[in-house]
Nanobody, 122 residues
Framework: VQLQAFGGGLVQTGGSLRLSCAGS????????MGWFRRAPEKEREFVVQ????????YYEDSVKGRFTISRDKASNTVYLQMNNLKPEDTAVYYC????????????????WGQGTLVTVSS
């Protein structure tokens, strides 16, 4: 089972990026998917998750209104549209998947991708 994230890069404050994450090795249609991030010299933190249907989402407060998660079940892909980016969004972003969706940043995800770096310059 693999999750591979794409779309990171360098962007100026206020800019936008769209991350993609493609799953392979099994069907992800019945799994919740989401994103975590780790900023330099900080702990890893939850960003957002979406349930298997794509209907329910849960965002970390700091990204609400700026980030949007979506998924395409047919292609095992989850997306993260990031708008109005800030320097504090600079981090390696990790795609995750797991059997449980919950409105909690403590939800456990057994499947993790390798991450893609997002750098927001001030």
């Amino acid at each position: 089972v693999q999750l591979q994230a794409f779309g990171g890069g360098l962007v100026q404050t206020g800019g936008s990026l769209r991350l993609s994450c493609a799953g392979s090795g099994r069907s992800f249609a019945n799994l919740a998917m989401g994103w975590f991030r780790r900023a330099p010299e900080k702990e890893r933190e939850f960003v957002v998750q979406v349930d298997w249907s794509g209907k329910y989402t849960y965002y970390e407060d700091s990204v609400k209104g700026r980030f949007t998660i979506s998924r395409d079940k047919a292609s095992n892909t989850v997306y993260l549209q990031m708008n109005n980016l800030k320097p504090e969004d600079t981090a390696v972003y990790y795609c995750v998947a797991g059997p449980t969706y919950a409105r909690s940043r403590s939800t456990k995800f057994p499947y993790w991708g390798q991450g893609t770096l997002v750098t927001v310059s001030s």
